[in-house]
Nanobody
Framework: VQLVESGGGSVQPGGSLTLACAVSGFPIDRSCVGWFRQSAGKEREWIASIYRPGGNTFAADSVKGRFAISRDLPENTLYLEMNNLKPEDTGMYIC?????????????????WGQGTQVTVS
């Protein structure tokens, strides 16, 4: 199983980015999938998830209304559209798949992880 993120970069506050997570070896409709953020000096933070089977989406309060998670099942790819970016959104964004527990918002409950893509807002 391989997860490969792309789309990160440096933007000014108020800017936008769309991240992608291409997944191979694991159908993303098989389990909850999500995005997490790792910032310097902080614990890994849950950002957003898509739940199966209905595809309902949930996002952290800190990004609600600004970020949107989506998936392309034929492409087996997960996306994170980020708008109105703030300096506090800076960090490494990492996608996750393969829920082994019950909590789609808990990093410990995911089996598969990507390497991450860096987002810097300044």
């Amino acid at each position: 199983v391989q997860l490969v993120e792309s789309g990160g970069g440096s933007v000014q506050p108020g800017g936008s980015l769309t991240l992608a997570c291409a997944v191979s070896g694991f159908p993303i409709d098989r389990s909850c999938v999500g995005w997490f953020r790792q910032s310097a000096g902080k614990e890994r933070e849950w950002i957003a998830s898509i739940y199966r089977p209905g595809g309902n989406t949930f996002a952290a309060d800190s990004v609600k209304g600004r970020f949107a998670i989506s998936r392309d099942l034929p492409e087996n790819t997960l996306y994170l559209e980020m708008n109105n970016l703030k300096p506090e959104d800076t960090g490494m964004y990492i996608c996750a798949a393969g829920l082994v527990g019950y909590n789609c918002q808990a990093s410990a409950d995911f089996r598969y992880w990507g390497q991450g893509t860096q987002v810097t807002v300044s």
